[in-house]
């Protein structure tokens, strides 16, 4: 079976700017020559980024155009609701975390601290390979 991954904003944003190690942009790449898998709440943080670089934006619009985007279903929903309660974590963190445990995602992040209570989520951080 396939890994498939879930891209959290902040990979995104350290993919776009050059601030990954260069294993984890070979790693990034290949995923997105297969795919690129992102919530709506990323879709949402990526594009209320305020910059003046243009060319910048042009990217992140770029990315979301070729990315699938899991919307907020009826089970993310109940899947956030979950665990908010259990965990306490933020409601963008909860959606984006429940949105990867419904669709049997790997989620692709360097903010593991905002996560790592939900042990069934399965993490990796490119900016550590």
Same mark, same amino acid.
């Given at each position: ?49 305020? /910059? ?27 899947? /956030? ?49």
């Amino acid at each position: 079976m396939v890994k498939r991954f879930l891209v959290d904003s902040s990979i995104v944003s350290k993919y776009l700017n050059g601030l990954l190690p260069e294993k984890g942009y070979e790693f990034m790449d290949s995923i997105f020559e297969i795919e690129s898998n992102i919530s709506i709440i990323t879709k949402i943080e990526l594009l209320s980024w305020t /910059t003046t670089d243009k060319m910048l934006y042009q990217q992140i619009e770029i990315f979301i155009e070729d990315s699938t985007i899991y919307s907020l279903s009826d089970e993310v929903a109940q899947k /956030t609701i979950a665990l908010r309660r259990k965990y306490r974590i933020k409601t963008p963190d909860a959606i984006i975390g429940a949105t990867a445990l419904v669709h049997q995602l790997t989620l692709l992040t360097d903010n593991e601290r905002d996560f790592r209570a939900i042990k069934s989520l399965k993490i990796v951080n490119p900016t550590r390979l």
